[in-house]
């Protein structure tokens, strides 16, 4: 049997990539997203899987579940910002959206799938937290918090789990060129753009190459954290 692989927020930048590279690695890749029609170009192309999938929504999310019955790895990359606001001036509805998609998905999918993973015997749970998850900087709270919060649950997991056959991997990525920019400011190309300002920004296989990588590793090796940037991107000080 093809060993599974399950991708959330594959429906663009890392999480499209990273589902073409599990593919090559041999994973039959379940990818769940909001834009079905992106999903399905992409399960045409890698032969995977399409699910729909709102990690926001806990009915979307058992619904996506029950039909993975076994998962040999989940990778946790729904996510994403909105504003850069300071925090006396922050929206609660942008902190919402954050939280919701950041922190509340990433729990409601981990429990979800958390059977399925504990079946396969040799689980791997990969979230994709930030370079956001181990700074703070002016404008950036409802972010950094959203992206600390799921690397806590992360390291608390690993813990709980100790014992259990299962492996869990944060990766924190700097900037890397993708829609995220665009959904932080919500489509506005000048904003996006000036994110990028004087270094070289990662591209999306850069991560998922990564990803790949940890999915490679022996049932005996746990990468607890990797931290990738571009290369002229200061660090989280
Ligand atoms: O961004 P983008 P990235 N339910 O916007 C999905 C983190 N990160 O690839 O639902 C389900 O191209 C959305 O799909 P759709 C970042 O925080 C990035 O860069 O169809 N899926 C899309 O596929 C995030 O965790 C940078 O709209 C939902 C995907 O999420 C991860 O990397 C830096 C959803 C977002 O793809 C991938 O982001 C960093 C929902 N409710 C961390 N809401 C960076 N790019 O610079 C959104 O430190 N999605």
């Known amino acids: ?19 073409r590279e599990l ?24 032969g995977g899987t399409a699910l729909p ?28 910002a909105k504003g850069l606001e300071t925090v006396l001036d922050a929206e609660l509805e942008k902190w919402r959206w954050m939280w919701e998609t950041n922190v509340l998905g990433t729990l409601r999918m981990t ?22 998850a181990l700074e703070i900087y002016p404008g950036g709270s409802g972010y950094t918090s959203a992206k600390h919060a799921p690397g806590v649950l992360h390291r608390t997991l690993r813990d709980e789990l100790l ?20 959904v ?9 753009a000036k994110v990028y300002e004087g270094f070289q920004p990662l591209v999306a296989e850069d991560v998922a190459e990564v990803i790949g990588f940890v999915a490679s590793r022996p049932a005996h090796v746990n990468l607890d954290q990797v931290l990738i940037k571009p290369r002229a991107q200061a660090g989280p000080g």
């Open 23 to 46: 593919t090559r690695q041999g994973f039959h890749v379940v990818i769940g997203a909001r834009r079905t029609d992106r999903l399905a170009a992409l399960a045409d192309e890698i």
């Open 184 to 192: 932080r400011f919500d489509g506005d190309d000048a904003k996006a």
């Open 1 to 19: 049997d093809a060993r599974i692989a399950v991708v959330t927020g594959a429906s663009s930048g890392i999480g499209a990539a990273t589902a």
């Open 163 to 182: 014992g259990q056959p299962i492996r869990l991997t944060e990766i924190a990525p700097g900037a890397v060129e993708t829609e995220f920019s665009l």
């Open 53 to 80: 999938l709102d990690v926001t929504d806990d009915a979307s999310v058992e619904a996506f579940a029950s039909q993975i019955p076994r998962a040999d790895v989940l990778v946790n990359n729904a996510g994403g």
């Open 111 to 132: 429990r979800a799938l958390m059977p399925a993973l504990l079946a396969s015997g040799n689980g791997l749970i990969v979230t994709v937290t930030s370079i956001a």
